[in-house]
């Protein structure tokens, strides 16, 4: 990966925290988005699990010049480390008029870790418009305890993203954030190529840590979204206490006194 | 006669707090709902529902957090079924 890349700030992370996502339109550069689709129809060698990026993806081949765009390779720097290594990849073609959309869903299997977390990069090469079904995302899903399409009841949200978007946006998602593809509505194929990350460091101050105490730190996290109940959401703040603490390595990080005061027993021994 | 299925999440455990989620499920077949199909929900509270005739036939129960687990989070909470029929 390129290192000349930039980090994402402390307030881009405690958003991503909160969010589960972090989103960058149009960073991929068009001579790479024009080839994508004919790269995907061609098929992308499957991989062995856990193989080392830079020996899953050979120098000059199509997903490591898209993982060296510098936003790209910079974000993934700072939220899960140097030398990540390739769970899996996948390319996901929603048909047109293909009937059904997928039930909302967080992949793999239900995954608790509070200190560590997978990243998954969706890359769209094509103009994605409201019709050609843009993966459905819950932003702050991603710290419930719920397993794959557990959640597949549910059908729309307050405040969820119905994804639209230009060419050559990458998003990243935290492994848990409930999501799937719509229906595509539209007479055009969508395409969206999956890559899963996974950690090889401690996620501890990856990114550039020299605005940790900017005020927007602590609002970020705090957010509510429109879709959560408001005692739970009290709750969703909690735990991204919790791991804002294991990010940072500061076991005293506290907002509004939430996790102060529960954890308050004077004279008691653990 | 055939069913009609609408499953709202509300804010709290009241019937008449807010709509924060949303399903329906339509057994005439004349409709064809599915994920992510819209962004506003059908109504605003339960309550309302029930005034353009929908009929509550179950609602999720309050059930205490299992020790230890006080903090974590899962499913949406209070969920209500709701069903017409034709």
Same mark, same amino acid.
């Given at each position: 990966?390129?290192? /000349?890349?930039?980090?994402?700030? @402390?307030?881009?992370?405690?958003?991503?925290?909160?969010?589960?996502?972090?989103?960058? =339109?149009?960073?991929?550069?068009?001579?790479?988005?024009?080839?994508?689709?004919?790269?995907? =129809?061609?098929?992308?060698?499957?991989?062995?699990?856990?193989?080392?990026?830079?020996?899953?993806?050979?120098?000059?081949?199509?997903?490591?010049?898209?993982?060296?765009? +510098?936003?790209?390779?910079?974000?993934?720097?700072?939220?899960?480390?140097?030398?990540?290594?390739? =769970?899996?990849?996948?390319?996901?073609?929603?048909?047109?008029h293909e009937g059904s959309a997928q039930p909302l869903h967080g992949d793999a299997i239900i995954d608790t870790r509070m200190d560590a977390f997978d990243v998954q990069l969706m890359y769209y090469p094509q103009e994605v418009t409201g /019709?050609?079904?843009?993966?459905?995302?819950?932003?702050? @899903?991603?710290?419930?305890?719920?397993?794959?399409? =557990?959640?597949?009841?549910?059908?729309?949200?307050?405040?969820?993203t119905r994804l639209t978007c230009p060419p050559g946006t990458v998003v990243l998602l935290h492994h848990g954030i409930w999501h799937g593809g719509r229906r595509n509505d539209s007479d055009v194929r969508r395409y969206m190529f999956k890559i899963r990350f996974n950690p090889t460091v401690p996620q501890v101050r990856l990114w550039d840590t020299a605005d940790l105490d900017d005020p927007r730190v602590p609002q970020e996290l705090s957010r509510f979204f429109p879709w959560c109940e408001h005692a739970t959401g009290r709750l969703e703040v909690y735990n991204r206490i919790?791991?804002?603490?294991?990010?940072?390595?500061?076991?005293?990080?506290?907002?509004?006194?939430?996790?102060?005061?529960?954890?308050?027993? +004077?004279?008691?021994?653990? | 006669m055939k069913q009609q299925v609408l499953v709202l999440y509300l804010n709290t455990s009241a019937l008449d707090s807010e709509v924060l989620a949303w399903a329906f499920y339509d057994g005439t077949g004349k409709t064809d709902p599915t994920t992510g199909d819209s962004d506003l929900p059908p109504y605003d509270t339960g309550v309302e529902a029930l005034r353009d005739g929908w009929r509550l036939f179950q609602a999720s129960q309050l059930i205490p957090p299992y020790p230890g687990h006080e903090y974590d989070t899962s499913f949406m909470k209070h969920e209500f079924f709701f069903e017409k029929l034709e």
């Open positions: 990966m390129a290192t /000349t890349a930039p980090l994402l700030t @402390s307030v881009e992370v405690a958003r991503f925290v909160a969010h589960g996502f972090h989103r960058m =339109d149009a960073v991929v550069p068009d001579e790479l988005n024009a080839q994508a689709i004919g790269v995907f =129809d061609a098929g992308v060698p499957e991989v062995p699990y856990g193989t080392p990026v830079k020996r899953a993806f050979e120098e000059g081949s199509f997903a490591r010049r898209l993982l060296d765009v +510098p936003e790209v390779a910079g974000a993934l720097r700072s939220l899960v480390g140097p030398d990540p290594t390739v =769970d899996h990849h996948a390319v996901h073609v929603r048909e047109p /019709t050609m079904g843009g993966t459905l995302s819950v932003p702050g @899903s991603h710290l419930r305890r719920t397993n794959e399409s =557990d959640t597949g009841r549910y059908q729309n949200l307050r405040g969820q919790r791991l804002w603490r294991a990010m940072t390595g500061d076991a005293s990080f506290d907002i509004d006194y939430w996790a102060t005061r529960v954890a308050n027993r +004077p004279g008691r021994a653990a | -």
